[in-house]
């Protein structure tokens, strides 16, 4: 601490005109004006002089003491004012300059100052801040005609002007806007002393006599009122005085007197900051200094809201502000000191924003430095622009959480742990407890929760507009009769506020990262604790006492996208991302583990950790860009899915309110529900956030296209899942956003992925079916059955003249349409309901390739594959056989509750636990309709037009494909005509996708496609559907309502003749089977074979289409359970030529009998 007080201080107990640094200058210049000098003081007579005066202040102040009561208002009454003494009263002040004089009087040493470097070129701040206009109107002196007069008449303003002070006896010497200091010595206002008036050597005493006084003194009562505090006024004194030096550095012409002014300027600048430095090191040097880092932690808050008064910013160029200098000035003399002081500040921040809920929360912290998040924030990233003390900041205790594997990682702080779930607990249960979790403030120090509460990024970053605030949820209230454009302006005004917070932590964390190596290096493991103590935060069942706030993560993934942006938007920096980190533990730090509770699935198996040094261009691009995809994976993903499903949940309750009679505007719940939707979308559909996360995942999508596929394997599986997850919630909730964007990335990786050779290693299906999805919603053209609300500049591809991306782009004309016939079987697995989705937008894909010129090619191709062929054309007729029949049962029943709703007299007849599940069984009858009729006219469509292609007719005509085709057709026609299927009537038939006479149409389409095939017309004879009269009714039906026309009715009506010969036929072939030998007839379906095949696994014979369909659903051999395919079989010729051999000789035998 020693040798670190200013210089002025020793001055000023020696009762002298002390010099600055550039005394020597300065007395050179004055003797050019005839100015006596005063002779160098030895050392010697320094310390005589030193003591004397501390002894005669001792003695003031003993006399002083006696007299404080009776004169404590009494400012300007005493005539006998003691040196250096504002009020004769103050005998605290005198105490404390007494002490100041023994610790100076100790010093044989004071620090030097360096000049700060003056850049014109910094833009001036014109914001006054003493307004000379405001002082009362008197008679305005003349000005002196002397050049001396004029100088001293110069430095006076300068001063009132600068430092805001006052001094010298006359009335003309006042001014209510400044503060007017008795100074003990008239040196400075005395024309015979100092001819030129104020000189360097007296800056010192005027500022001592201004910092000394207390803070109650009478002294600072000014109009108006000066900023309190001794660190706001000399940070005001030190922005004024570069202003008024860049002003008179400005001018052109002068009298000669400006590079006098400027010295002074100078030292004022030089001098403040020595102070300031001493306060802050020594708080009881001053009174008014007494809580020196709390001051100055207030200024830094006052920066962000009044950049006039800025501690950071100085108009004399860069490195000149006030606040960098004092960091500068206390880091070379204590290296110690200023970090106790940068931690004391940080520490003050800190306490205050945990104060903080919210954004829309004001800090009550006890200390006195209040304000809002923003500000607080804002103050901790002005504290940070010095980098020195932004790596002090990185120093304190609080800034990372304690090692995974330390003893502190697993405590409990701020009270006992809440309880935990028990094992078969009941919903109301989990909810209460969950309550109870939420509502705990104990935590483990290593946790979510702990992050966010001990940490100072945590306490950043948590901060937020949580939509279970009650100001967010009341800011929406009665939202169910307010007007979208009214819903929208408040959503937007709380977004300006967040994405404005957002931008000052992302300030913060910048400037933390560019402070050097080390802070870099402990921003880095802040995040990396980050991400690993919020693993979990995506589960669907989230334990809130380890994890943290949605707030955080999402602030967190907003910081990230940012840093992410200098290479989303640059592909040369782009290329430096590099796919080896997250086979790198030591680079992830176990963010992206490959085994444990924490490790992520990766789009190939059996990836293990690289072997190979990782060893990157650049290595902070590629964590930033891995860390942002992992954050936004804990954060936006699943927060879009929350507000989706709470979407559906508002849609699904006015519905329910409706159906029973109900008024939504009247409804509590109702409208709480869609006050929370609201509160949702604050974050989940904010422009800015949106766009940001749209270019990072076409980016991703960059990213991956460029990997061979050894290095796609390993890659991490939610980095395709999110993307897919972010498109499909645009395409559903945020188009809009969209617009302008470039999408061409994640169109082709999706093709890419879907590809057969993908497809290889690739192995989710409900990854692959949900880039079908995206396909379908992002990416298809909207036309009269397909509605498409995104942007064409996303649709479309601008390098190909603005075509569809879907016909111009390469890749998919080679490799899209059978890419989706083989998706079409593989969602198989997905689920009821989401099976059926994604089917129906696979096959509005198909229609739509089928349609284009440039996917002709690859069509013709889908015949080559006859395996992937034959397992699309199972899916489609499975989807029939299972779903139409049940489809077709529920409408009748949906008609029976719609007639009871109808009814109010009978509707309020029946209990109400009663109507709760009549609504239950009806909603979930509505939804499987909705869903399975949809699927139904699609495929029926599909089969229309694919087999107009002769080579895909042929592949349904195969042996073990035609008579299950058959079947299905005469199923439907079997509820459409033959069990009056027309005559059903159901209220909004549209709403379920009811269209029975459109449904006919499309079935007797099919039919008349395959009328001239034998195979098809017995294969239909020997259905167990057929009846001679379902076609015949079929025909007339067709024919009465119009539904064929042309060559088309021609060949649905030979079709009834053909099928009943093949039908004739089949009866007299069935007499013959009928005494066929057991070897002949199939051991599973117990029927005469048509093409027997030898299974090696079990050496059984059976029909080639019966092991066939059982292997589409299990890959056994029937008999023994062993794996089998379709390849391993074996024809058995001998037997299929002995059973020729059998049938053609009874044929005989009955054709001469």
Known sequence: MSGFLPEGLANWALGGAGQGDNGDDHQAASSENNETQAAPISEQDMRAKRMARLAALEKKNSSNAENVGSNDMDVDKSDAAEPMQVDPDEGKKTQTAAATAKVVAAKESSPSLSAPAATPKQPKNTVPDVNMAEEPAQKKPKSPSDPLARLRRKKILLLRRVLQVTFGDEASDRTPACVHLQLDDDEVYNTSKSPNGVNIGHITDLLVSRLSLSPSSRSLETIPPQKPGLIAYLAGCHKRAGEEWKDLKQKKKGDGSEEELCGLLEEIRKQVVSYAASSLQLPDLFELGGNSCLQLARCLSTTATDPSSSVTFDVMGKNTSFYYCVCEELHSQDPDAFEAMVADIAKCITDALSECKSLLDESQDASGLGGNGLLLTSALRELCTNKKAASCVTKVPSFLLPPADSPQASEWVGGPPPPQIPRGANPNQINFIRRMQEMSNSRMRRSGKGLEKDTVLGNVLRLGLPWKHESVLSSYANSVRRSPKDIDQISDGHRRQLELYQSKCNELIRQLVVAGEQPR?????????ALLVNAKADAIEKDPTKISSEELLYNLSAVLLKLCDPFVSNPDKAALVDPGFVTSPKSHGGVYELTGDNALTRLGDNVSHSEDEYNPKNSFIPLCFFFCSRALALSIVPGMSSYDSTSRHVSHMAWRIRSANGDIFSDRRFNHTLQVKYGMGIVVKSPTYATDVFRFYNAVAGFLLRLDSDQLKTMPEHLVSDACAVLDFASDHTTGLLSGIDFGNSFRLTVKLLSKDCAKFVRNYNLRASLGDILHDVFLPGDGSHRNDVPNSVICDPLSGGRPYLVSDKMCQDTLAPSLLLLYGEVETTGFYEKSSHRVKIAALLKYLWDSPEHKSAFRKIAEDQESFITFANGIINDMNDKFAGVMEKLPAIRTVQLQMANPQEWAAISEEERETILERHEENERSVENT????????????????????RDMFLLPDMCPRLANMLLFVLTKLV???????????????????????????????????????????????????????????????????????????????????????????????????????????MSEFMIDPVILPTSNNVVDRATIQQHLLNDPTDPFNRKPLSIDDVVPAEELKEKMKAWLDAKRAAKGQN
């Open 933 to 952: 009729l949809k699927l139904c006219d699609t495929v029926l469509k599909m089969l229309g037009f694919l087999n107009t292609d002769k080579a895909i």
């Open 978 to 1084: 033959g069990s009056r299927g027309l005559d059903l009537k159901v209220d909004n038939p549209e709403k379920y996708n009811f269209r029975p006479k459109e449904m006919l149409q499309n079935v007797c389409v099919v039919f008349s496609s395959f009328a001239d095939a034998n195979t098809f017309q017995a294969a239909c004879a020997k259905s167990g559907y057929y009846t001679p009269d379902l076609l015949s009714k079929s025909v007339k039906t067709c024919r009465k309502l119009g539904l064929l026309v042309g060559e088309s009715m021609d060949l649905f009506e030979k079709l009834e003749g053909k099928v009943e010969e093949a039908a004739k036929t089949l009866g007299d072939d069935e007499e013959i089977y009928e005494d066929a030998p057991d070897e002949f007839l199939d051991p599973l």
């Open 521 to 529: 290096k402990k921003v880095i493991q802040w995040l990396t604790d």
